[in-house]
């Protein structure tokens, strides 16, 4: 292709030559969607792979999961971001639209969308602390719901007669305790439920005891705290698990968490804040102190009237005493305690005759209803019956042991006489073949006759092959 102007001078030389074509075009590098996506991704995580962004947080959304999506914007952009779980769990405070914070990240592309956004790791609130911050918030969601209210604070009981402690069994704060309880309410049964008061899971751990604590039969109040330190140090007394468990606590609970100057969130639910372990004991002997100086005034009251009255009846009677016409009446007044004396041993002595005579009547009816009780009535005929039982069985035995032997006589008496006895001596008993005649005469059995022979063992069959006939006399001879 020509240039679009010719050069008005071309030489013949140029003429000949070859057409000047124009520049020959590149050639093209066609890239998929997901191939721009994945390079804008790698461009971006590696340009951003850390990278700290100040805005403030709109469109936030927690899911079930545990992951937190949100925006962070300015009056300019704004910049979608993401918490995972295992991020979000680490935040002490709640993420909520409206909040300014700085996030740390990296930059990461959701292919799926072709959106970039920003995966948070670190987040912090923007000009106050997250763990202050997060107070704020838990505070604010207590008073809501008048946890925080005076009116539902619960006065101490006067004179508690089990105190409950939850503390660390190795803390300073305990010692203190017991030492200002034996001082000042020796007779105090002290309930301990040592639990750890800082690090991961404490604040579990004091909430579980104060519910253990609160179950055991008789606690009337409920001692919760710690030494001294610093906001980590006493963070879990600003757990909502505490601030709940306490206001569950059946009974009265006095927080004693850290100094006078450390006011933890357990101090502002409890029913009473005492600055120190020390002063929550002295706070729960002070009831009692005060119950005791109100007793001991009231005595004083009661003891100063008594006398006072005593001294104006003293007055009055010595004033009586003095009119004329009562003269004499001392000798009058004892002449009636006398009459009234010998009244009284007369009422004695007849309501000891009247006693005794229906003790006597008692007596007797009550011999003869024992003697119709049908228990004793029963435990006779009882005995009776066993009496008769035993002559019953006595007489048995008798008759079973003459009958015992009766029947052993007759026994040897037929053994003798069985025809199985004489067979056992060598005798031997002959019948005709059928079995219907006993052979006791050779003149009845012809030469050639089948006969049958029992043994003492077995049976023989038999043919007579001869026989030797004899008289009655040979045999007896």
Not at 4 to 31: C, G, H, K, N, Y
Not at 332 to 345: F, K, P, Q, S, Y
Not at 360 to 368: E, K, N, V
Request: glycine share 6%; aromatic share 4%; charged share 25%.
């Amino acid at each position: 292709m020509r240039d679009l102007f010719d050069l008005p001078f071309d030489s013949d030389d140029d003429a000949d030559a070859p057409a000047v074509t124009a520049q020959q075009e590149p050639a093209r590098r066609v890239l998929s969607v997901t191939e721009v996506t994945s390079e804008v991704r790698r461009l971006l995580e590696t340009a951003f792979a850390e990278v700290w962004v100040e805005g403030e947080i709109s469109n936030c959304r927690p899911w079930t999961t545990g992951h937190v999506y949100f925006t962070l914007k300015d009056p300019s952009a704004q910049l979608k971001a993401v918490m995972w779980k295992s991020a979000a769990r680490f935040v002490k405070f709640t993420l909520e639209d409206g909040l300014q914070v700085v996030a740390r990240g990296r930059l990461a592309v959701y292919e799926p969308k072709g959106e970039y956004q920003l995966v948070c790791d670190q987040i912090e609130p923007k000009g106050l602390g997250a763990l202050q911050l997060a107070l704020e918030q838990l505070k604010t969601r207590l008073q809501s719901e008048g946890l925080l209210d005076p009116a539902r604070k619960r006065p101490l009981p006067t004179l508690p007669r089990k105190i409950g402690i939850v503390t660390s069994i190795d803390g300073a704060a305990l010692r203190d305790i017991i030492k200002v309880l034996a001082r000042r309410y020796p007779n105090a049964h002290l309930v301990i439920a040592p639990t750890r008061v800082q690090g991961d899971g404490a604040a579990a751990d004091i909430a579980k005891a104060l519910a253990n604590i609160g179950r055991v039969e008789g606690v009337d109040v409920v001692i919760v705290g710690r030494g001294g330190g610093s906001i980590e140090d006493l963070w879990a007394f600003n757990e909502e698990a505490v601030a709940r468990a306490i206001v569950r606590c059946p009974v009265p609970v006095i927080s004693a968490v850290g100094h006078e100057v450390d006011v933890t969130l357990a101090d502002l639910v409890a029913d009473l804040r005492a600055p120190t372990p020390s002063a929550a004991a002295e706070v729960v002997v002070a009831a009692k102190n005060e119950f005791v100086a109100h007793i001991d005034a009231t005595e004083d009251r009661l003891r100063s009237a008594a006398l006072r009255c005593v001294r104006d009846a003293q007055h009055r009677l010595q004033r009586i005493e003095g009119r004329s016409a009562f003269a004499g009446y001392p000798d009058r007044i004892a002449l009636r305690g006398r009459h009234v004396a010998e009244l009284l041993g007369d009422l004695q002595q007849a309501g000891r005759n009247a006693l005794a005579r229906r003790t006597r009547t008692y007596q007797g009816l009550r011999a003869r209803l024992d003697a119709l009780d049908i228990r004793r009535l029963m435990a006779r005929v009882q005995k009776s019956l066993a009496q008769a039982d035993a002559r019953l069985d006595a007489g048995m035995a008798t008759r079973y042991h003459a009958a015992d032997a009766s029947l052993r006589a007759l026994a040897a008496r037929l053994d003798a006489l069985s025809p199985l006895s004489v067979l056992g001596r060598g005798y031997a008993v002959c019948r005709d073949a059928a079995r219907q005649s006993i052979v006791i005469d050779a003149n009845t059995v012809e030469t050639g006759a089948a006969v049958r022979v029992t043994l003492h063992r077995g049976e023989l069959a038999c043919v007579v092959t001869g026989r030797t006939l004899a008289t009655q006399r040979a045999l007896e001879s």
